[in-house]
Nanobody
Framework: QVQLVESGGGLVQAGDSLRLSCAASGHFITTYAVAWFRQAPGKEREFVSLISWRGSFTEYSDSVNGRFTISRDDAKSTVYLQMNSLKPEDTAVYYC????????????????WGQGTQVTVSS
């Protein structure tokens, strides 16, 4: 089993920055990708970014590309999401997830999920 714990969310103003953390523990035999998703009230969960568990392959959704940066700290088994120039439309619960395939943006392809951390951006 893989356990994921997100942290770093909060209430900020438009234009501010936040860094989310996803701390992982457990068994990673078949883990190839770590991804961030988000879900706003009344909307479906949507892809934000992903990074390969090994190597440096990354992807971003069009809505965050150029503003967010995903990274890893292998010594801490932690994935980060640096969020800059935040907009009110970034308001959502942000979830960390792991899965066996690289490059997928579908929630159905990820096996383990954290409980989420709330990000609220005011205007």
């Amino acid at each position: 089993q893989v356990q994921l714990v997100e942290s770093g969310g909060g209430l900020v103003q438009a234009g501010d920055s936040l860094r989310l953390s996803c701390a992982a523990s457990g068994h990673f035999i078949t883990t190839y990708a770590v991804a961030w998703f988000r879900q706003a009230p009344g909307k479906e969960r949507e892809f934000v970014s992903l990074i390969s568990w090994r190597g440096s392959f990354t992807e971003y959704s069009d809505s965050v590309n150029g503003r967010f940066t995903i990274s890893r700290d292998d010594a801490k088994s932690t994935v980060y999401l640096q969020m800059n120039s935040l907009k009110p439309e970034d308001t959502a619960v942000y979830y960390c997830a792991v899965g066996p395939r690289i490059g997928t943006r579908s929630t159905d392809e990820y096996n383990y999920w954290g409980q989420g951390t709330q990000v609220t951006v005011s205007s």
